[in-house]
């Protein structure tokens, strides 16, 4: 494991004082972001306060993504990990004016770590919302869909995305009500998904052409789709085309926050549904059979509150769920009707009608959607969009 010299000790030029951990004063990263430097001789580390978080990042770690690793083109990483050598000291260190920790080793290498790197991969953070916060948060920031296609159509694309990454939903108005417009508008906005279910476009209504509830006038519990998929496929989109009976409201319920509220009340349940993997199955009969497992919260490698994944789907959970043991199983069922409860309280749930015109853009790995049970003849169109490509152009309208 790397060491730290005793030749660290000393005072260093402009922000560094004379302690047992160096601790300077703070300055500018960027014109909004505040740092503080400290180093530990005895746990091999660095510790670098950033205006959102602190980080403990190890000599290993600065050693392998030194600036000049990486191709200046590509940015991939260009250095072999074995040719790494890890055995070695930190010898000194400074800070640049362009926000590079410049590092002096032992082995008389110097290397280059850009602080401004770990500050940016910080800037898109989940927001929680439920019913009390749905309609300042959401509801009155639908996007005009002109503003897609005039002047300001960069400014709206961005506002969009944005919407998108915080929130998980995001509403586009005044789109013409026919297939044709919304395979536009959502061509416009990303990649349309080619599914099992048809190619790019869908058209719903309650005529039983599939074994499935969304093609009936039934209520549907708020859920997320394709939990049978290995990967569930990532955006959803709904347009109600007409509608000439009552009922048919849209429901939605934001994983994220029954995440927080659950690993509030208990976080036994919460450590239960981020660690047992359920079974899922969809089968049309004849035509037919996808299987895949997961667990219902699935946190980004930060660890909560970010969210990588809520898969829930009460309809397509198997009934083999023969690998959990007797005590998962008993916390599992526990934990979900916990979950449950969370999920289809009012407090959590939000109601609203689609009309025709108001596209819906709904994230599937965050997102419960689900409806009310309705009258008359109600026909939606959408599609499943890619979510990757959403998150690339969510992050690049940060910077």
Same mark, same amino acid.
């Given at each position: 494991?790397?060491?730290?010299?005793?030749?660290?000790?000393?005072?260093?030029?402009?922000?560094?004082?004379?302690?047992?951990?160096?601790?300077?004063?703070?300055?500018?990263?960027?014109?909004?972001?505040?740092?503080?430097?400290?180093?530990?001789?005895?746990?091999?580390?660095?510790?670098?306060?950033?205006?959102?978080?602190?980080?403990?990042?190890?000599?290993?770690?600065? %050693?392998?993504?030194?600036?000049?690793?990486?191709?200046?083109?590509?940015?991939?990483?260009?250095?072999?990990?074995?040719?790494?050598?890890?055995?070695?000291?930190?010898?000194?260190?400074?800070?640049?004016?362009?926000?590079?920790?410049?590092?002096?080793?032992?082995?008389?290498?110097?290397?280059?770590?850009?602080?401004?790197?770990?500050?940016?991969?910080?800037? %898109?953070?989940?927001?929680?919302?439920?019913?009390?916060?749905?309609?300042?948060?959401?509801?009155?920031?639908?996007?005009?869909?002109?503003? %897609?296609?005039?002047?300001?159509?960069?400014?709206?694309?961005? @506002?969009?995305?944005?919407?998108?990454?915080?929130?998980?939903?995001?509403?586009?108005?005044?789109?013409? +009500?026919?297939?044709?417009?919304?395979?536009?508008?959502?061509?416009?906005?990303?990649?349309?998904?080619?599914?099992?279910?048809?190619?790019?476009?869908?058209?719903? +209504?309650?005529?039983?052409?599939?074994? !499935?509830?969304?093609?009936?006038?039934?209520?549907?519990?708020?859920?997320?789709?394709?939990?049978?998929?290995?990967?569930?496929?990532?955006? @959803?989109?709904?347009?109600?085309?007409?509608?000439?009976?009552?009922?048919?409201?849209?429901?939605?319920? !934001?994983?994220?926050?029954?995440?927080?509220?659950?690993?509030?009340?208990?976080?036994?349940?919460?450590?239960? %549904?981020?660690?047992?993997?359920?079974?899922?199955?969809?089968?049309?009969?004849?035509?037919?059979?996808?299987?895949?497992?997961?667990?219902?919260?699935?946190?980004?490698?930060?660890?909560?509150?970010?969210?990588? @994944?809520?898969?829930?789907?009460?309809?397509?959970?198997?009934?083999?769920?023969?690998?959990?043991?007797?005590?998962? @199983?008993?916390?599992?069922?526990?934990?979900?009707?916990?979950?449950?409860?969370?999920?289809?309280?009012?407090?959590?749930?939000?109601?609203?009608?689609?009309?025709?015109?108001?596209?819906?853009?709904?994230?599937?790995?965050?997102?419960?959607?689900?409806?009310?049970?309705?009258?008359?003849?109600?026909?939606?169109?959408?599609?499943?969009?890619?979510?990757?490509?959403?998150?690339?152009? +969510?992050?690049?309208?940060?910077?």
């Amino acid at each position: 494991m790397a060491k730290t010299a005793k030749s660290l000790f000393h005072t260093l030029p402009h922000c560094f004082l004379r302690s047992q951990l160096f601790k300077p004063n703070c300055r500018n990263l960027s014109s909004h972001v505040k740092y503080s430097i400290e180093v530990n001789n005895q746990k091999d580390f660095l510790r670098v306060s950033l205006k959102s978080r602190v980080l403990n990042l190890s000599f290993e770690y600065l %050693l392998d993504n030194n600036v000049h690793s990486f191709d200046p083109i590509s940015s991939q990483r260009m250095e072999n990990i074995v040719d790494v050598n890890q055995n070695v000291d930190l010898i000194d260190w400074r800070l640049n004016d362009d926000n590079k920790l410049e590092l002096f080793w032992g082995d008389k290498r110097t290397t280059f770590f850009d602080l401004s790197l770990l500050e940016e991969s910080s800037k %898109l953070k989940q927001v929680f919302w439920d019913s009390s916060s749905f309609n300042k948060l959401i509801w009155s920031r639908a996007i005009d869909v002109n503003g %897609l296609n005039g002047s300001e159509c960069e400014k709206s694309m961005d @506002q969009f995305y944005g919407l998108f990454a915080r929130y998980g939903v995001v509403f586009v108005k005044n789109v013409e +009500a026919n297939e044709s417009a919304t395979k536009k508008l959502c061509e416009k906005m990303g990649i349309i998904s080619r599914t099992y279910y048809g190619a790019d476009m869908w058209t719903v +209504a309650a005529d039983g052409k599939h074994a !499935d509830t969304f093609a009936t006038n039934l209520a549907i519990r708020t859920h997320t789709d394709n939990t049978y998929f290995d990967a569930p496929l990532g955006v @959803q989109v709904f347009h109600c085309l007409s509608h000439d009976g009552s009922g048919g409201e849209t429901l939605l319920v !934001d994983g994220l926050n029954i995440s927080r509220l659950l690993r509030q009340k208990d976080q036994k349940s919460y450590n239960t %549904l981020t660690r047992v993997p359920i079974r899922y199955r969809y089968l049309d009969p004849g035509k037919a059979m996808f299987k895949a497992s997961g667990p219902m919260i699935t946190e980004e490698c930060e660890g909560f509150p970010s969210l990588k @994944q809520f898969r829930y789907n009460d309809y397509d959970r198997d009934i083999d769920q023969s690998h959990l043991s007797l005590e998962d @199983q008993r916390a599992f069922f526990k934990a979900l009707r916990k979950a449950a409860i969370l999920i289809q309280s009012p407090e959590n749930e939000v109601t609203l009608k689609l009309s025709p015109g108001l596209v819906v853009f709904i994230d599937n790995w965050r997102v419960l959607h689900g409806r009310n049970s309705f009258t008359g003849n109600r026909v939606l169109c959408g599609c499943y969009m890619e979510r990757h490509d959403w998150r690339s152009k +969510a992050a690049l309208a940060q910077f």
